[in-house]
């Protein structure tokens, strides 16, 4: 059995939050994979259901983000689930916007959602880095992730939570290289090679006409230029 956990600010003041992007990812998955009812337990909001061959419960911790290992510490007791089972989705400022990576175990770079986990379960889970990008200084993160994403972002933001549902049962199945590709699928899409021609093939040139030859001089004189026009 796999615990997915989803970070984030619970509320809908939070709802459409950067720092709510991981909630996001679970709502994406749970809706387009026929996930159970989202029901109240382990101090969070958890669906049940299955990713190909794996059982997989989703949780979204409300305790709020800097919280999050209680309710994960608890699931985890409940269902005798080891860190190696869990996989946690969150927002990553080091990361690009769109961009995602997978990691297992590590530092929790700050994050104060992560800090909470490392205290509660240790470090050896898993994470799905979700890139949201940088505000530029340091002191302006704060305001930063708890503001909602911008309409200019839903495009990618978009390709981004369908990528990760295309690519869950992939990450439920231990396959992290094929989960990594379903979601470069939905954010980097293959394009025509540069200098491939898409269109229709222009007609054949016409072959060159030869020209025409020049006459010869007239070499006659004036007399028989006059006798020839009345023959």
Known sequence: MWLFVGLGNPGAKYAGNRHNIGFMALDRIAAD????????????????????DARVLLLKPETFMNLSGEAVQSAMAFHKITPAQVMVFHDELDLAPGKMRLKQGGGHAGHNGLRSIHAHIGEAYGRVRLGIGHPGHKDAVAGYVLHDFAKADQDWLDDLLRGLSDGAPFLAAGDGPKFSNAVALRTAPARPSTGVQTGPKPAPAAPPTKPEPEPAPDTRNALQKLADRFR
């Open 33 to 52: 994979h026929g996930f159970g009812p989202w029901k109240k337990a382990f101090k969070g909001l958890v669906a049940e259901g299955r990713l190909g």
